[in-house]
Each structure stands twice: as C-alpha cells, then as structure tokens.
C-alpha cells in the first residue's frame, strides 16, 4: 500500500507562487495516477491536476497556464508548481493516488484510493 506525504503550503499574497510536494512511499506499481485535489470550507473535494506514469497530465480549466504538475524522473514525488496565485485557489489541498487500469488515462477527477493528510494554501488579496 502506497503512503502520501504532502508539503510546501502556505500563506501567500495574489501573484505569487507555491510548490507542493507529494512523496509517494511503499509500492505503488508500474501503472498509476498520481494528483492533486483541493477543497474549500463547505464544498465538495474537486481535482485539480494528475499525472500518470507516461508523464501525462490534465488539469482544471481555472488552474491551466498557472499550475504545472510534474514528476521529474518517475522519481516518487510529484511536485504541484502554483504561478499567479489568486485568492480563489484559497483551500485545502490534498494528494492522491490510485492504480492506472490498462489502456486508461487519468484525469483530473479520478476515483483515489489513497489519500494524503493534506496541506493548507491560502492566498491574501
């Protein structure tokens, strides 16, 4: 069973930037999607990037051109570079992965099976 450990949240004013990091540990098998959720206060979890073991990648039309998921190396941390950051990406932010059915791509919503505690990034105006 794969365990998630998230870092790199934070408090940042409008125009700025985070990176998260997500350090995937234990097995995690050849085919898998790895991403990144995020929730505010009172609405449902919604995905935001993901990325697969061939390196390819979906995002949310709101995080597009600002966010990059990345996973240098297959190295079993991917990191979520967050560039012009806007109060509205204010939330909870959670990691997650699960195992790639043959012959399917990830997307950004896709079902998880493991979870990550989650990390804080919060965006003043």
């Known amino acids: 069973q794969v365990q998630l450990v998230e870092s790199g949240g934070g408090s940042v004013q409008a125009g700025g930037s985070l990176r998260l990091s997500c350090a995937a540990s234990?097995?995690?098998?050849?085919?898998?999607?790895m991403g990144w959720f995020r929730q505010l206060a009172g609405k449902e979890r919604e995905g935001v990037a993901v990325?697969?073991?061939?390196?390819?990648?979906d995002y949310a039309e709101a995080v597009k051109d600002r966010f990059t998921i990345s996973e240098p190396n297959a190295a079993r941390t991917v990191y979520l570079q967050m560039d012009n950051l806007n109060p509205e990406d204010t939330a909870m932010y959670y990691c997650?992965?699960?195992?790639?059915?043959?012959?399917?791509?990830?997307?950004?919503?896709?079902?998880?099976?493991?979870w990550g505690q989650g990390t804080q990034v919060t965006v003043s105006s």
């Open positions: 990325i697969d073991d061939y390196g390819r990648t």
């Open positions: 234990g097995e995690r098998g050849g085919r898998y999607c």
């Open positions: 997650g992965a699960s195992p790639r059915l043959y012959g399917f791509r990830c997307t950004r919503g896709f079902e998880v099976d493991v």
